[in-house]
């Protein structure tokens, strides 16, 4: 059905040109082009019953019409006296011609849809959509009407007309349905001609009903296939890699060994199970991808460091990438202290380096004589040339998306082999929802906090109440901790927003005169943002003001004092991420959530589940179920978002099976699976990064 669209009676090049526009070009595409709503043009009203500003079907019988010009003299407009049994309105129609004025004689019966609208005298349609009836035609009952999304000059009118001609070529052309026969028996599915036919012309208000609801069988078809769709262009993803070389990274261990009995502490059993799997991987001659999950804390940075040593050991460079220049300075630290009694060179690839330093350190990534390499995004800049890189480890994945990461990759390839990557995250996210978001990436989970931390405790508290928090504050910087302030993004514009939070910094100031306060907003540049945390990690602040996101990842062990404000307006993940800023040292953390009240029982459920869970990946599962997947972070940064049928959240029975089917479709069908991807997915996305 990849038949293009001109081959329609009506399509020319304008009609092509818009149609384009909502990315239709072929009769398939056409018949994949999902109403958005339907009208009720099952029953004719009486005009007597007609109230302004329905959308009504009326039927009746043209009284008079004539062509009246316009009391400000430009232009003119045809008007027709309609009435049925019950009462008259008026028909008007302000483009017309010869054609028309013929059709609408008196004594012609019609039927007409249109919006109800108040005119000088009585109710009037405007521009209505009619059809002639014959004197005993009267009891022909049409569907419900569907309304497309369209583009400006493309009319529904047309939209439809062209939908109908789409479906008379499905009489002799088959739409290929590329789901299995079982698979449709299984889930009582209906055939995807059938699905599209009930959605394009639905015949009961049940029906109706059940679409507009999204809760119709033949909707969980098209979600079916449209998620599958997902999963396979990952999947593809996955296999493209697969395809590659990579380093085998096979040794005896011996520094990874060292590292280990050097430690003060021992892997959880958690972190050698994850340590184990990405051992085997990097042993593979195929680049690994694979996704680190573990909670804020859970000990992901140890991982990073053995998986670098193994890397190392076998004569191949590493880079670690971090967000910001903060957390890479942070990573460098911990490295360079783990790594000390180790001959490994260094180099830390900082905005703050001299010109001479700079080229210096280039030299030595490019020679080869640096092995561990640090820094931000700049990592893969045009100059920064690598020896034999064979891992690539980025933290805090979510900063970068799939494209970044795919480039990056490429930049690695030296002599046909691709460096192994190692994508690690804080964001927890439920396992049916990861294997759908991250299909293109093998996943390992740390489920188990090192011992002997101390749950945050956490307790709510409504901003009547701010000034006890206040003097919680003074209390606890007095005895030398540090406390953060978070007010997040609650209006829509950036700068009301920043006004909050600088009015609550001056505030603050007068109140507690004795505390040194910084302020950190997203108007300020980078440099400076950085220079407010890094004077907060180096204690001289003792409270810090913040509107965004405090940066993800970093690390103040002083700090046990965490204040969001706002929290009911926040969800479940965020206020979890916020709540890990604090608790990193040995001693007892608090968060207080401030809100406003009321509060809605969902946002009363949402505050207690903070304030009564600790582990990030049931607070993600709660999440899902109180909110909804396109909310739950994680699923957001993996950029599974722009469904057009599916809903994570509705649809998350389905996905379990979606990964079953994907696997067996890839493995019996390739050429469909593409097809399939083809079909619901932008073709531009499919293989960005990956031409070569
Ligand atoms: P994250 O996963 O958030 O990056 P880190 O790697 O920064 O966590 O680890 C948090 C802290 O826990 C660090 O100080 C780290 O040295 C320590 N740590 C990591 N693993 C263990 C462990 N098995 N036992 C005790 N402490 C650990
Ligand atoms: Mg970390």
């Known amino acids: 059905m990849s038949i293009s669209i001109t081959q329609l009676q009506g399509v020319g090049a304008k009609t092509a040109a818009h149609l384009k526009r909502l990315n239709i070009t072929t009769i398939e595409e056409l018949l994949f082009h999902l109403p958005i709503r339907y009208e009720d043009r099952s029953h004719v009203k009486p005009i007597a019953h007609l109230a302004v500003g329905d959308n009504a079907l009326i039927e009746g019988t043209i009284q008079a019409s004539e062509i009246k010009s316009h009391k400000s003299g430009r232009g003119r407009s045809l008007i027709c006296l309609f009435s049925d049994s019950s009462g008259s309105m008026m028909l008007r129609f302000f483009h017309f011609n010869q054609k028309l004025v013929a059709s609408l004689k008196p004594g012609t019966h019609l039927r007409c849809f249109g919006e109800v609208r108040q005119g000088y005298h009585c109710l009037e349609l405007i521009h209505p959509e009619f059809?002639?009836?014959?004197?005993?035609?009267?009891?022909?009952?049409?569907?419900?009407?569907?309304?497309?999304?369209?583009?400006?000059?493309?009319?529904?009118?047309?939209?439809?007309?062209?939908?109908?001609?789409?479906?008379?070529?499905?009489?002799?052309?088959?739409?290929?349905?590329?789901?299995?026969?079982?698979?449709?028996?299984?889930?009582?599915?209906?055939?995807?001609?059938?699905?599209?036919?009930?959605?394009?012309?639905?015949?009961?208000?049940?029906?109706?009903?059940?679409?507009?609801?999204?809760?119709?069988?033949?909707?969980?078809?098209?979600?079916?296939?449209?998620?599958?769709?997902?999963?396979?262009?990952?999947?593809?993803?996955?296999?493209?890699?697969q395809h590659r070389q990579a380093p085998q990274l096979n040794n005896n261990g011996h520094l990874v060994q060292t590292l280990l009995t050097q430690l003060s502490f021992n892997l959880t059993s958690a972190q050698q199970r994850v340590y184990a799997e990405i051992a085997a991987d990097l042993r593979q001659p195929h680049p690994m991808q694979r996704l680190l999950q573990g909670d804020v804390g859970s000990g992901k940075t140890v991982i990073a460091a053995l998986s670098a040593l193994q890397a190392i050991e076998s004569g191949y460079q590493v880079a670690v990438m971090s967000p910001t220049e903060l957390l890479s300075e942070q990573h460098k630290n911990t490295f360079v202290q783990w790594l000390s009694t180790f001959e490994i060179s260094i180099s830390w690839l900082t905005g703050q380096l001299t010109k001479k330093q700079r080229t210096t350190t280039l030299n030595d990534i490019v020679s080869g004589s640096s092995a561990l390499i640090l820094g931000t995004h700049a990592l893969f800049q045009k100059e920064v040339e690598f020896n034999r890189l064979g891992l690539v480890i980025i933290d805090e994945q979510h900063r970068f998306g799939v494209h970044q990461r795919l480039a990056l990759h490429d930049k690695g390839n030296q002599n046909g082999l691709y460096p192994h990557q190692l994508i690690m995250t804080a964001t927890p996210i439920p396992r049916t929802l990861a294997m759908t978001a991250y299909a293109n990436l093998d996943i390992s989970v740390i489920d188990e906090l090192p011992p002997g931390r101390t749950p945050v405790?956490?307790?709510?508290?409504?901003?009547?109440?701010?000034?006890?928090?206040?003097?919680?504050?003074?209390?606890?910087?007095?005895?030398?901790?540090?406390?953060?302030?978070?007010?997040?993004?609650?209006?829509?514009?950036?700068?009301?927003?920043?006004?909050?939070?600088?009015?609550?910094?001056?505030?603050?100031?007068?109140?507690?005169?004795?505390?040194?306060?910084?302020?950190?907003?997203?108007?300020?540049?980078?440099?400076?943002?950085?220079?407010?945390?890094?004077?907060?990690?180096?204690?001289?602040?003792?409270?810090?003001?913040?509107?965004?996101?405090?940066?993800?990842?970093?690390?103040?062990?002083?700090?046990?004092?965490?204040?969001?404000?706002?929290?009911?307006?926040?969800?479940?993940?965020?206020?979890?991420?916020?709540?890990?800023?604090?608790?990193?040292?040995?001693?007892?953390?608090?968060?207080?959530?401030?809100?406003?009240?009321?509060?809605?029982?969902?946002?009363?459920?949402?505050?207690?589940?903070?304030?009564?869970?600790?582990?990030?990946?049931?607070?993600?599962?709660?999440?899902?179920?109180?909110?909804?997947?396109?909310?739950?972070?994680?699923?957001?940064?993996?950029?599974?978002?722009?469904?057009?049928?599916?809903?994570?959240?509705?649809?998350?029975?389905?996905?379990?099976?979606?990964?079953?089917?994907?696997?067996?479709?890839?493995?019996?069908?390739?050429?469909?699976?593409?097809?399939?991807?083809?079909?619901?997915?932008?073709?531009?996305?499919?293989?960005?990064?990956?031409?070569?």
């Not at 299984?186 to 679409?211: S, W």
């Not at 609801?213 to 996955?238: D, G, M, N, P």
């Not at 003001?545 to 103040?556: K, L, P, Q």
């Open 131 to 241: 059809k002639q009836l014959n004197a005993n035609e009267t009891l022909f009952i049409e569907h419900f009407t569907a309304i497309y999304p369209t583009t400006e000059g493309l009319y529904q009118t047309t939209l439809r007309t062209l939908i109908q001609q789409a479906f008379n070529y499905l009489t002799t052309n088959e739409i290929i349905d590329y789901l299995p026969p079982e698979i449709l028996t299984e889930r009582q599915f209906p055939t995807l001609a059938d699905a599209l036919q009930i959605i394009h012309y639905p015949t009961t208000e049940a029906i109706v009903k059940q679409l507009q609801e999204k809760q119709h069988i033949a909707l969980h078809r098209l979600a079916f296939e449209e998620l599958l769709a997902h999963h396979l262009s990952l999947r593809v993803l996955h296999q493209y890699a």
């Open 457 to 692: 405790n956490t307790a709510i508290i409504p901003n009547s109440r701010r000034e006890e928090v206040v003097e919680r504050i003074k209390q606890v910087c007095q005895q030398g901790r540090q406390a953060y302030w978070v007010c997040p993004l609650i209006e829509e514009s950036e700068t009301l927003q920043l006004q909050a939070a600088s009015e609550i910094a001056e505030q603050l100031r007068l109140s507690l005169s004795e505390l040194r306060i910084g302020l950190l907003h997203g108007r300020m540049k980078a440099k400076e943002k950085e220079q407010v945390m890094a004077d907060f990690k180096s204690q001289n602040l003792d409270l810090l003001v913040a509107t965004t996101v405090v940066e993800v990842g970093v690390d103040v062990a002083n700090a046990s004092l965490m204040i969001i404000e706002n929290a009911e307006r926040l969800g479940l993940a965020q206020l979890h991420q916020l709540r890990g800023r604090v608790g990193r040292g040995s001693e007892q953390s608090y968060c207080l959530l401030l809100y406003q009240p009321p509060l809605s029982s969902l946002q009363k459920s949402r505050l207690a589940a903070i304030r009564d869970i600790h582990d990030g990946f049931i607070i993600a599962q709660t999440d899902l179920e109180l909110r909804g997947a396109g909310e739950v972070l994680g699923v957001k940064q993996a950029g599974i978002t722009n469904l057009r049928v599916a809903n994570l959240q509705q649809d998350k029975a389905l996905l379990e099976h979606i990964q079953i089917v994907g696997k067996i479709l890839l493995e019996t069908q390739p050429d469909n699976c593409q097809r399939l991807i083809d079909r619901w997915i932008q073709k531009n996305w499919k293989y960005v990064g990956l031409t070569h």
